[in-house]
């Protein structure tokens, strides 16, 4: 079994790190992928993106390579960065079971991710909870895994909102990049 655990990252932070390692622990993967994407279909308006590579090194410091690997697949795919390309491109790959880790708020709208009804057949979704004690959505009949981890209240968006008002974010993402993403956001 193969994690997949995408996002864009903008920056990572603590929270990613421990749904990761909840997920991590209790579906104990041969392979946990942290794939940041090169550039997010629903975040293509966005200017506040940081650049690829910086994102994806933040990825490497914040998640051990000893449970986590951090993958660069979607800079080889056609962009922007698809969910259901790279799954097929991983199944290509490794020829193995993928589970996708994704928040409540992604399972709301999983309905509206390009070619979603042919990526549910291809995956299992694993849920982390992002806003309730226990998933209260439209989209229950959608099957998935619970994952019971923390409800954890921090976001990238709080952290680059943070930054731009001289805020502390320490604590909230890895010590070693709490200065580049301050240079980057400010």
């Known amino acids: 079994m193969i994690v997949l655990y995408g996002g864009s ?10 749904i990761a390692e ?6 104990k993967p041969n392979k946990f ?5 090169v550039i997010p279909p ?8 940081a650049n690829f590579e910086l994102r994806k090194k933040w990825c490497e410091i914040t998640f051990p390579k000893e449970r986590f690997t951090v ?5 080889d795919l056609p962009k ?3 969910t259901y390309q790279t799954v097929l491109k991983l199944k290509e790959l490794y020829n193995d079971d993928i589970y996708l880790l994704i928040g409540e708020d992604s399972l709301i709208n999983f309905h509206t991710w390009y070619k979603w009804e042919q990526l549910i057949d291809e995956v299992t979704l694993v849920v982390y909870k992002r806003y309730s004690e226990r998933l209260k959505f439209e989209n229950y009949n959608l099957p998935h895994i619970f994952l019971d981890s923390p409800l954890i209240e921090i976001s990238s968006t709080d ?5 731009k008002k001289g805020l502390s974010i320490y604590g909230m993402v890895s010590d070693d990049i709490v200065e580049e993403i301050k240079n980057t956001y400010r």
Do not use: M, Q, W
């Open 33 to 37: 992928l942290i794939i940041p994407a």
């Open 71 to 75: 993958s660069d697949i979607e800079n």
């Open 9 to 18: 990252f903008n920056p990572p932070h603590i929270g990613h790190r421990i």
């Open 22 to 27: 909840y997920a991590y622990d209790y579906l």
């Open 42 to 49: 629903h975040k293509l308006e966005e200017k506040n993106i």
């Open 159 to 163: 952290i680059r909102n943070r930054v």
């Open 80 to 82: 922007p960065s698809y």
